[in-house]
């Protein structure tokens, strides 16, 4: 949501690092990106790539904002140290968020492109929350240390969404955003 919202209110283009997971695992089988993985995992596996892509972005001088989960914060924020130009980052996550209420919240947002989650069960899921919820908590841990923006949009979505967009907006004129 935060990426259309970023692209409608703002003009600025996004990719889902989902897309290239994908694309990873269902055309380049030798790399083993496999998309029921460990996010982490796969952000290592994926950094190689992604990296190239975000320098591109960057030469091209274009806004530009790619999400997923498939990112470590502290990665993110050696990159951000060693290019010279803007780019800002924040990540997204409801590390304390009851996960039945969690569940009743992206009911409500069903449709493309996030409705692929509710193909799979009720059960799963919930599954999938308590997975996410865990690797928030993580990834907050991590923003902590590296000092980038963590949101919760577990407590008030909306509101998280707004906070979001103000941090990767900011001051700047050009932004790179990562989520």
């Given at each position: 949501?935060l ?5 409608s ?42 990296e190239p ?108 969404i ?8 900011g ?9």
């Amino acid at each position: 949501m935060l990426a259309e919202r970023m692209r409608s209110r703002h003009g600025i283009p996004w990719f889902t690092l989902d897309a290239l997971k994908m694309g990873l695992h269902l055309g380049a089988p030798s790399l083993e990106v496999l998309p029921a993985a460990d996010d982490l995992v796969t952000a290592d596996q994926m950094w190689p790539i992604i990296e190239p892509i975000l320098d591109h972005a960057i030469f091209d001088g274009r806004d530009y904002l790619v999400e997923g989960v498939n990112l470590r914060p502290r990665i993110v924020a050696r990159f951000i140290q060693e290019t010279d130009e803007p780019v800002r980052a924040c990540f997204l996550g409801y590390p304390e968020a009851s996960i039945e209420q969690k569940a009743l919240d992206v009911a409500h947002h069903i449709g493309p492109p996030t409705d692929w989650l509710h193909r799979t069960g009720s059960d799963n899921v919930h599954r999938y929350l308590e997975v996410s919820r865990l690797l928030s908590r993580k990834l907050r841990d991590e923003c902590a240390c590296v000092g980038i923006p963590f949101v919760d949009t577990g407590t008030d979505f909306h509101a998280g969404i707004a906070a979001a967009e103000h941090a990767l907006l900011g001051p700047l004129e050009q932004t790179l955003g990562l989520l």
